[in-house]
């Protein structure tokens, strides 16, 4: 009776080892970035930590720069941990095709990538800030921080605010870079200076910007400052709605003393939130 040649029992576990390995580090990072349990949230609160101080960086890189060559030691040890986040995000999500379709991702690359090449591209540095913008309006800020406050007035009011500093820093560090030297433009915070009275259409007159692209870049930020000014105010001044979903038609928010559903006109049995 022939034998049936085998495989030595070995074989098998030493060539699932890399798989099984990758598989259990997947697992590892979809648990510290989506998990909910006290060690998940730990750690998201620390990468979140980490991103405030990175944005505190880029908010006084255009300072930092004149320190030489530890300017860039500090540029690329900030490039490796953002390199690293993003890396561990992208292996934690179920699909990297989907995950690299995200407008937000693509911030965090250009991110990156000014980062990674300072002296090509710190004249486009100000667009880091960004970052703050995609933290504070990332789904794993509000699963983090805000989980408390989330689909509620405080979240809008937050990302309101996000848009404004966002702009306000953005808009500055463009000033900064296309006209220092120019038209009063010193430093750093004569172009914030000038963006903060622009955009709150103060108009001073003291430091104005050269030229027809001065005016209209001056027109640009007074006419998206002054949306921005009016979407935080109708943020703060809107009134609190709770999320009850209405079991007729689906309308997910209503005022919290709301009796009927406002589409429907359906009863609604809301929950008192203080008893």
Request: charged share 20%.
């Amino acid at each position: 009776m022939a034998q049936t040649k085998t495989e030595p029992k070995d074989a098998g576990p030493k060539d699932a080892e890399p798989r099984e390995d990758g598989l259990r580090l997947r697992a590892r990072l979809r648990y510290l970035y989506h998990g909910s349990r006290p060690p998940a949230v730990k750690f998201r609160m620390a990468v979140i930590v980490v991103d405030v101080v990175i944005i505190a960086f880029f908010l006084a890189s255009p300072i930092l720069k004149n320190m030489g060559w530890a300017f860039y030691v500090l540029d690329y040890v900030i490039a490796a941990l953002l390199a690293a986040d993003l890396a561990a995000r992208a292996y934690a999500y179920a699909d990297i095709k989907d995950w690299l379709k995200r407008p937000i991702v693509w911030m965090d690359l250009f991110v990156l990538a000014t980062l990674l090449f300072p002296a090509w591209l710190f004249n486009l540095g100000f667009l880091r800030m960004l970052r703050l913008w995609t933290l504070l309006n990332s789904d794993f800020f509000w699963r983090t921080v805000g989980h408390k406050f989330d689909d509620t007035r405080v979240e809008g009011i937050v990302r309101a605010m996000a848009n404004l500093v966002t702009f306000v820093f953005v808009a500055t560090g463009f000033v900064y870079a296309t006209f220092l030297g120019h038209a009063g433009i010193a430093g750093y915070v004569d172009a914030l200076y000038f963006t903060v009275a622009t955009l709150t259409t103060t108009g001073f007159g003291d430091v104005t910007l050269p030229g027809s692209w001065g005016k209209l870049l001056s027109i640009a930020i007074m006419l998206v400052g002054i949306t921005l000014f009016l979407r935080l105010a109708q943020a703060l001044i809107k009134p609190a709605k709770t999320t009850f979903p209405c079991d007729r038609c689906g309308l997910q928010k209503h005022d919290r003393d709301a009796v009927h559903c406002k589409a429907c006109g359906n009863l609604l049995c809301i929950p008192d939130e203080g008893s």
